[in-house]
């Protein structure tokens, strides 16, 4: 068997053995998913009719902040306190082996989270929008940002800290990153901040925005992160007081006026 | 295939300094390990005996001097080198929640030519830990694995560092038979350790450090040898009459710890009939007694204990003239007893 097989092998096998790696990846979406939209207690955003409308996109998003950044970061700091990577690095392995390996152990996982939260959502009566063209390239994109940071903390703090500090920035963004809870509902400072987070539209290429046949929204500028983590944020002067009409207005279905990289690219990849 | 031109040494160190900011773990340090051959880095803790070995490895730049394994440099010829190199870290190394044979196999897959993971779990005693997470093992079945892990790749050359620190006897007299059995093998072992009996056991060679500087290397019967001295040792109740003794025998005695005494007189028959005779006049017992030959315990108090006291006398930094005469010292000694020695 090749190195990277068995790598990747052996990476997916231990994640899989974890029932942590499970909850966090697979039970709390699923969890959240089938509450929020079956018992109606959470706020819409404007235009939206169901909530497995605003929630399954926002689900998915949760589920690869889990994966790429929660369960890659804490795995990977804590092979890093204990001596993996270093022994590792005396192998003939290589890095580039290892880290390939290491994001085909991700895609694995999220197509397995794919597999449970996709169907899941069309038997609550998820109805996507079909803009599945640019829903992979947001998938990888997001996928990218969310490892980047997970590795970020493996390799710069020590493993209980990655552990602390994944699962805080989890549920911050779970509450503040427009995934359960939409951005217009926020009070005000708070909908500032949470501005300057990856944003709740990224992954709308699924979205069906609204049931009243308005169309969904298309392009990079409403579709794609827009958030710092996978490049640079909105811009500050297009936050504060408009960006709670902002967000009523992208979720309507209508292209945002400045947002995103296609949009900016002067706030390109940081 | 043997990597690097012909029979040149395994391991070449030469001049290697390395810093930890103001610390200077590892001092001008040289020494060479022939290919086929057990050496032993031997010193107390913080001695640089870990730093040296991770220079080797490839994980530390040295400040200065050079290092060669295999004719290769371990880091610019790092990927190259870690084909023929097997390590064996302090501790930890491997995935908590991983099973023996699956990290056998994984690591394994890395190689060309790869040891058969079965006969190496047998090999190191764990053939009924197979389904034992790497986490739930004791101390001395994560080192045995370690050590497998080490070998896994047919390596030319493994460095295991304190490969029997913290394990029962037990597990430590099946490493140290695996290693000896790489000897036969041909793979050159570089070991650090502080077991003086493990590196007398073990080792061809032995290279004690201290303060990151050579204080002596020679084979274990050069260094005891070599501090060959007249000097008898004995065991007895603590609190003799040192003077009454010294007086009888015609030599000073002292008590170099409660119950341990040594009588500065060449070790004839007629000078060891004579201690015995006065500990029988007064009704004392004989404890133990050693002649002649030093052990290497004593050879590495000694020499350790020479280097700490020329620290005392230049402390770092107090002074370049101090602390080269403190270097100079112990090269000296280290000189003569090589001399001897040979």
Redesign the interface.
């Known amino acids: 068997?090749?190195?990277l097989?068995?790598?990747t092998r052996?990476e997916l096998?231990?994640s899989l053995?974890?029932g942590e790696q499970l909850l966090v990846g697979i039970g709390i979406p699923l969890l959240l998913l089938v509450f929020f939209s079956t018992v109606d207690v959470l706020p819409k955003p404007e235009g939206v009719d169901e909530p497995i409308d605003f929630l399954a996109p926002g689900i998915l998003a949760l589920a690869i902040m889990s994966t790429a950044m929660v369960s890659l970061g804490i795995g990977t700091g804590?092979?890093r306190q204990?001596?993996?990577l270093?022994?590792l690095?005396?192998?003939?392995?290589?890095r580039p082996r290892l880290l390939a390996a290491k994001i085909a152990m991700v895609l694995c996982l999220e197509a397995i989270q794919v597999a449970v939260l996709v169907p899941t959502s069309l038997l609550l009566g998820w109805e996507p929008g079909w803009s599945l063209a640019l829903a992979l390239p947001a998938y990888l994109l997001g996928t990218a940002a969310f490892a980047g940071i997970g590795l970020l903390m493996a390799g710069t703090l020590r493993g209980t800290v990655t552990l602390a500090a994944a699962n805080g920035l989890y549920i911050v963004l779970l509450l503040l990153g427009g995934m359960i809870i939409p951005l217009s509902e926020l009070p005000g400072p708070v909908a500032t901040l949470a501005g300057l987070l990856p944003r709740e539209r990224w992954p709308r290429p699924w979205a069906r925005p609204s049931r009243r046949g308005r169309r969904p929204a298309r392009g990079p500028g409403s579709s794609w992160p827009s958030g710092p983590w996978a490049h640079r944020s909105p811009p500050p002067a297009s936050s504060a007081g408009s960006d709670r009409s902002h967000q009523r207005t992208d979720l309507s279905g209508q292209r945002p006026e400045v947002r995103g990289w296609g949009s900016r690219p002067e706030a390109g990849p940081g | 295939m043997t990597v690097g031109p012909g029979r040149d040494p395994a391991i070449e160190v030469q001049d290697l300094t390395v810093r930890f900011g103001e610390h200077v773990a590892v001092d001008a340090l040289s020494f060479a390990v022939e290919r086929g051959t057990i050496v032993a880095l031997l010193g107390p803790n913080g001695a640089g005996k870990t730093t040296t070995v991770e220079t080797l490895?490839?994980?530390r730049r040295p400040d200065r001097g050079t290092t060669r394994v295999l004719g290769l440099d371990p880091i610019t010829d790092h990927?190259a080198l870690?084909?023929h190199?097997g390590?064996m870290?302090q501790?930890?190394?491997?995935?908590?929640?991983?099973r023996p044979p699956?990290?056998l196999?994984?690591?394994a897959?890395?190689?060309d030519d790869p040891a058969d993971p079965e006969e190496l779990l047998e090999r190191v005693g764990l053939a009924a830990h197979r389904r034992t997470p790497y986490r739930h093992l004791s101390g001395g079945e994560q080192q045995r694995l370690s050590l497998a892990?080490a070998l896994v790749?047919r390596p030319q050359v493994a460095f295991l560092d304190e490969p029997t620190a913290g394990i029962d006897p037990a597990g430590r007299q099946l490493i140290r038979q695996i290693i000896a059995d790489l000897r036969t093998e041909g793979v050159t072992v570089l070991l650090t350790t502080h077991d003086l009996a493990e590196a007398e056991r073990l080792a061809d060679r032995v290279v004690i450090i201290d303060r990151g500087r050579v204080l002596a290397a020679g084979t274990p019967a050069e260094l005891t040898t070599a501090d060959d001295t007249d000097e008898i040792r004995f065991g007895a109740a603590p609190g003799l009459d040192r003077l009454a003794l010294g007086t009888s025998l015609g030599a000073t005695v002292d008590e170099v710890s409660p119950g341990e005494y040594r009588v500065l007189a060449a070790p004839t028959p007629a000078t060891v009939a004579a201690i015995t005779a006065w500990l029988a006049e007064h009704d004392l017992a004989l404890l133990d007694l050693r002649a002649g030959r030093a052990s290497l315990h004593d050879v590495f108090l000694r020499l350790t204990e020479t280097a700490d006291a020329a620290a005392v006398e230049a402390p770092d930094g107090s002074g370049g003239s101090g602390a080269s005469a403190g270097r100079g010292g112990r090269r000296r000694r280290t000189g003569s007893r090589r001399g001897r020695g040979a």
């Open positions: 068997m090749s190195a097989l068995a790598q052996t096998g231990l053995r974890q804590f092979e204990y001596g993996v270093k022994r690095g005396v192998t003939p392995l290589g | 490895e490839g994980f990927a870690t084909r190199v390590v870290l501790s930890g190394g491997v995935y908590t929640a991983i699956e990290v196999r994984l690591f897959a890395y190689y892990l790749g």
